[in-house]
């Protein structure tokens, strides 16, 4: 049974960091490619970053550019998202996914694993 478990969100001021982790347990975690989404109340999840299964080639979302590294250590099955200069506009749920098949790891119907989200508070 594939579980992906995310911690190390909560709240912060504005400028502040957090950084989040996803445990991963149930797959063979270093074939696997990992994202980083985000959703606040009424809207739909939104790609935040995510890295390919060697943990080379990164992607992020134009808001969070040059603020957000996602790192992924295989040894340790968990992937990380780094948070820097906080934003109230970064306030949602984060998830983290997880594919071996994706092409476009942007897309959230790409992936195929799902953790049950962190919530992230940026007070201004």
């Known amino acids: 049974q594939v579980q992906l478990v995310e911690s190390g969100g909560g709240l912060v001021q504005a400028g502040g960091s957090l950084r989040l982790s996803c445990a991963a347990s149930g797959l063979t975690f270093s074939v696997y490619h990992m994202g980083w989404f985000r959703r606040v109340p009424g809207k739909d999840r939104e790609f935040v970053a995510a890295?390919?299964?060697?943990?080379?080639?990164?992607y992020y979302a134009d808001s969070v550019k040059g603020r957000f590294t996602i790192s992924k250590d295989n040894a340790k099955n968990t992937v990380y998202l780094q948070m820097n200069s906080l934003k109230p506009e970064d306030t949602a749920v984060y998830y983290c996914?997880?594919?071996?098949?994706?092409?476009?790891?942007?897309?959230?119907?790409?992936?195929?694993?799902w953790g049950q989200g962190t919530q992230v508070t940026v007070s201004s």
């Open positions: 890295i390919r299964w060697y943990g080379g080639n990164t």
């Open positions: 996914a997880a594919t071996n098949r994706a092409a476009v790891l942007t897309a959230p119907n790409e992936y195929d694993y």
